[in-house]
């Protein structure tokens, strides 16, 4: 009997280390590869979420606006010698959008992002299969949006002039073992136009003549 005691004890000795020596490494395997995988696919999966609401955003408000390219340049004649451009027009673009995308996002928070765990095996077969990790989306504070233009030649008295709308939005990926913010950034042509001037007739010795 004391041998058969005394024998268990050796074995539980023996199996309590290994065990927790295996226990130790899965939860390192598992800290260090399968949760940073899973957030990264759940991170592809929202972004691909937010720029879809970016987009709509940005459809809705210029169809809502009913603007068009010319409505964005300040002239004091027809054919475009000289021009501004209406920054009070863009800057409440960018506000009412930032405002639009900052509503739609709201819609996130009723969505939950699912990851099967068996994808970080990177095995096709096998990649929707098993249990998964849910994540949680929360929209942090509102979106940013501002502007940026460019001006470059692109002929002789022809302009190429582009105005990009550049939105900014703060995701909370909340998941019971890890709570981690993301920024998303997009960037959305809003004008891609070339602005024609004058063109002269006669183009000699680095001066314009016109007929």
């Not at 005691?5 to 590869?33: G, Q, R, T």
Request: hydrophobic share 40%; glycine share 4%.
């Amino acid at each position: 009997m004391k041998k058969r005691k005394f024998y268990f004890l050796n074995l539980l000795i023996i199996f309590i280390p290994v065990f927790l020596l295996c226990a130790f490494i899965m939860l390192c395997y598992f800290d260090n590869f399968i949760l940073p995988s899973t957030i990264e696919v759940a991170n592809s999966k929202i972004k691909k979420q937010v720029n879809y609401i970016i987009n709509e955003s940005v459809k809705e408000l210029l169809k809502t606006e009913n603007l068009s390219s010319k409505d964005f340049f300040l002239n004091g004649n027809d054919d475009f010698v000289s021009f501004s451009v209406d920054t009070m027009l863009i800057n409440d673009i960018c506000t009412k959008l930032s405002e639009n995308v900052s509503n739609n996002m709201q819609n996130l928070r009723t969505e939950e992002v699912s990851v099967p765990i068996s994808i970080v095996t990177n095995i096709g077969l096998i990649s929707h299969f098993g249990p998964e990790f849910t994540f949680g989306i929360q929209p942090v504070g509102e979106s940013s949006v501002n502007y940026e233009t460019s001006f470059y030649s692109v002929g002789i008295n022809q302009t190429n002039f582009k105005i990009w709308l550049n939105v900014s939005v703060e995701v909370e990926i909340v998941n019971p073992l890890v709570n981690e913010k993301r920024k998303y950034e997009r960037k959305v042509m809003l004008i891609d136009t070339v602005i024609k001037g004058d063109v002269p007739s006669v183009y000699l010795n680095g001066n314009y003549e016109n007929n």
